[in-house]
T-cell receptor, first 113, second 109 residues
Framework: DTEVTQTPKHLVMGMTNKKSLKCEQH?????MYWYKQKAKKPPELMFV???????INESVPSRFSPECPNSSLLNLHLHALQPEDSALYLC????????????FGEGSRLTVL | DAKTTQPTSMDCAEGRAANLPCNHS???????VYWYRQIHSQGPQYIIH???NNETNEMASLIITEDRKSSTLILPHATLRDTAVYYC??????????FGKGTRLHILP
């Protein structure tokens, strides 16, 4: 199994809602990532988890809250988002953080109204 | 400042070799060259990486110049499915994977 599965594929939420994006991998990878991608732009790194601990936060606003409940799961909790947060959110995993071969999911497309 | 420079877009005829250049003139001795691609509406896909030597796998070949200041990704027989944005990334081990603007490759039938 070489898949990274992201749910939901599409999410529409209001600015006062609380929602979560989920990511799952069963490759035994110990590093997991969240990237954000706006239309026609490259993916931007948000967070990195290594061995279930947050190792990198790229100065992401606190309305985005990551969580890594176990080595296979990665969540991104969303609260009080702004319309400009509408984007494709990509999850990725790698064997460990030293490895540059990342496996990406297909993303969750978020629209904030 | 961007560590790599790539053409904004390129065309290639189907069945021909697609040669995608990347300049990384400030690369340091311990930085690897990685290539990813992103097909429309999909997540990025790892293609290949190298340090000094040329590398080949089932997807592509990576040619790195002797001075390591540039590299070329070669897709030997391009198909329409190879239409994508191709990202060249330089990175030391234990560092972030940071995407630049990439090259939009159009494969023409």
């Amino acid at each position: 199994d070489t898949e990274v599965t992201q749910t939901p594929k599409h999410l529409v939420m209001g600015m006062t809602n609380k929602k979560s994006l989920k990511c799952e991998q069963h490759m035994g990878h110990r590093a997991m990532y969240w990237y954000k991608q706006k239309a026609k732009k490259p993916p931007e790194l948000m967070f990195v988890y290594s061995y279930e601990k947050l190792s990198i936060n790229e100065s992401v606003p606190s309305r985005f809250s990551p969580e890594c409940p176990n080595s296979s799961l990665l969540n991104l909790h969303l609260h009080a988002l702004q319309p400009e947060d509408s984007a494709l959110y990509l999850c990725a995993s790698s064997q460990d953080y030293a490895t540059g071969e990342l496996f990406f999911g297909e993303g969750s497309r978020l629209t904030v109204l | 400042d961007a560590k790599t420079t790539q053409p904004t877009s390129m065309d290639c005829a189907e069945g021909r070799a697609a040669n995608l250049p990347c300049n990384h003139s400030t690369i340091s001795g311990n930085e690897y060259v990685y290539w990813y691609r992103q097909i429309h509406s999909q997540g990025p896909q790892y293609i290949i990486h190298g340090l000094k030597n040329n590398e080949t796998n089932e997807m592509a070949s990576l040619i790195i110049t002797e001075d390591r200041k540039s590299s070329t990704l070669i897709l030997p027989h391009a198909t329409l499915r190879d239409t994508a944005v191709y990202y060249c990334i330089v990175r030391v081990a234990d560092d972030k994977i940071i995407f630049g603007k990439g090259t939009r490759l159009h494969i023409l039938p």
